[in-house]
């Protein structure tokens, strides 16, 4: 009981302050904004308290759009956590933590870079995975011999782009898509302080996330209001980049993949050099 009254009282302040900047800023662009950097700023602050980071006392820092001068990111990287979820879709217990940003707002736009066909930063994540397998003496994502599995690598980006984004979009089941047309593997590439990370570029068949107001969707409040409004056709089909970089961390029994993933291959070099690379990766 206890628990379920400390939800609802995070809830309800997070309502009342969105309601306060509503009412303040009349729906006005800005709202969107606030209403985003304000209600993900305290949802990620709340799921960070039960992370495979918290629980395995990781440290595990990726800058967020603030850390460069430029208006490219959201200002901060976001937690989410989903061990069921993960769990059903691989048919095993895991525990899965997410760390995620995507394109920032415009001042004078209700939708975030994420929805912007024109912009760099259109349909691009990056951030950081932290997969555990919670059956004794097992790794994910690499085998006995310590190679990687390409397959358990691959279902982790997979699962969040088709299920956690895509679907909270309101993509048809029948639509979702991601599919890797080509990869490069690189072995034994030193990356954030570490040696023996493996490097995956992918090139992928993917969905766009353009798609027509559909009234109150709980994922519009992070990314704001999609844009399309013409008779384009809704989360059609695009081409983008990928690229993981793996590496099982045996003092946290945890394998971590740093992530990046755009359409545009010199934003995806710019978000590596200057934003992913940056990360720490610590005990606490």
Same mark, same amino acid.
């Given at each position: ?125 990056? %951030? %950081? ?11 994910? %994502?690499?085998?006995?011999?310590? +190679?990687?599995?390409? +397959? ?120 590596? +050099? ?11």
């Amino acid at each position: 009981m206890g628990k379920i009254k400390r939800i609802t009282k995070v809830i309800g302040i997070i309502l009342a302050v969105v309601l306060v900047l509503g009412f303040l800023l009349l729906k006005a662009p800005l709202y969107y904004q606030a209403r985003s950097y304000v209600v993900m700023y305290a949802y990620s602050a709340w799921e960070k308290k039960f992370s495979l980071l918290e629980r395995n006392d990781i440290v595990l820092k990726i800058p967020g759009g603030l850390s460069t001068p430029e208006k490219d990111w959201f200002p901060f990287v976001m937690t989410f956590n989903d061990d069921r979820g993960f769990s059903e879709f691989m048919g095993r217990d895991l525990s899965l933590t997410i760390l995620y940003n995507f394109g920032s707002f415009s001042w004078n736009s209700s939708s975030s870079a994420f929805f912007d066909r024109d912009s760099p930063y259109f349909n691009s994540f990056y %951030g %950081g995975y932290v997969v555990q397998e919670n059956e004794q003496n097992k790794i994910y %994502g690499f085998t006995e011999e310590g +190679e990687l599995n390409l +397959e358990e690598t691959f279902a982790v980006p997979q699962y969040d782009f088709k299920y956690l984004v895509l679907q909270s979009l309101g993509c048809p089941a029948s639509k979702l898509k991601m599919e890797i047309l080509s990869q490069e593997i690189t072995k034994d590439v030193e990356y954030v302080g570490y040696e023996d990370w493996v490097r995956i570029d992918s090139l992928m068949l993917v969905n766009s996330p353009e798609h027509k107001f559909k009234g109150s969707r709980r994922a519009y409040i992070q990314y704001g209001n999609p844009l399309l409004k013409d008779n384009n056709e809704e989360f059609r089909t695009m081409v983008t980049h990928g690229r993981i970089y793996a590496r099982y961390f045996p003092e946290y029994n945890s394998t971590v993949y740093l992530y990046i993933m755009s359409p545009n291959i010199n934003t995806l070099n710019h978000c590596d +050099e200057s934003i992913l690379s940056k990360s720490v990766i610590a005990s606490k």
